[in-house]
Each structure stands twice: as structure tokens, then as C-alpha cells.
């Protein structure tokens, strides 16, 4: 029977690593021994309180169109690299196939996974494909 240690809930999460440096850790460690908290409980809490606030200025429809401004620079920087290489233009299906496999995590290790909600993901695609709806071929 642990003495200091903190009784874990099985429940279903996602797992997530992450990755502390070593003094981080220990004091981490130490904090959650002499709280009676698990380390767990206390970076949850930390992120848990950090989403709140950030809720509020950047909604998921702010941060979905970040993503989408995000695609177009990568998107305009390949057409300026195959340019300035003269290579042929890229393929704007095939770059939204990779967009899409990266968004819905598809033929990955983590297909069940995914890093977005499904529904996000959707938005991210559809959004894409409106903006740049001149290079549909």
C-alpha cells in the first residue's frame, strides 16, 4: 500500500506525453507528494485552466481560420519554391490529401486518435478548399 503516493481513477483518457526537464520533474514530483495530488491531477488542472482563458479571445471558429491562413502560406510558399526552382507547379489535390491525412491523422498508428475533433477537422478542409477554389482542377 503506498503511503505518499495518490490513488489513480481508472477512467478513459488520451494519453499524452510530455516531455519535462529533469529539475522540472523533481519538483513536480515533490509538489504533488506533499500536496496528496498526482502529478497528473496537477498538469490537467494547469492546462484545464489555461484552455479557459484562452477561450475566450481565440474561439475554435479564430483558431480554425489561423490553421486555414497557416495552409495557405504553406500552399503559396511550395508554389514560390517550385517557381524559383522551375519546377512544374504542385498539385493542389495532392497537397490537400496530405492536408487532410494531417488533420484526420489517416493511415496512421493513431487513426482511432485523432488529433482534432472530426467535426474541426471538416471545417479546417472545407474552408481550405473554399479560399483556394482556382486551383481545383
Known amino acids: 500500500m503506498p503511503l505518499l503516493r495518490t490513488k489513480v481513477r481508472k477512467r478513459p483518457r ?17 509538489y504533488s507528494m506533499a500536496k496528496g495530488l498526482s502529478r497528473t491531477k496537477i498538469i490537467r488542472d494547469v492546462i484545464g485552466d489555461w484552455i479557459d482563458e484562452n477561450k475566450v479571445e481565440e474561439t475554435e471558429d479564430v483558431l480554425i481560420e489561423q490553421v ?23 498539385d493542389f489535390n495532392a497537397f490537400m490529401d496530405e492536408l487532410e491525412a494531417e488533420v484526420k491523422r489517416k493511415d496512421s498508428r493513431y487513426a482511432r486518435k485523432q488529433k482534432i ?9 472545407d474552408r481550405v ?5 482556382e486551383f481545383l482542377k
Open 14 to 30: 488520451h494519453t499524452f506525453i510530455l516531455k519535462l526537464p529533469v529539475e522540472s520533474l523533481r519538483y513536480l514530483s515533490l
Open 68 to 90: 486555414v491562413d497557416r495552409v495557405d502560406e504553406v500552399w503559396y510558399g511550395l508554389q514560390k519554391l517550385a517557381r524559383s526552382c522551375n519546377e512544374p507547379e504542385p
Open 117 to 125: 475533433d472530426p467535426e474541426i477537422a471538416e471545417k479546417i478542409i
Open 129 to 133: 478548399y473554399e479560399k483556394n477554389r
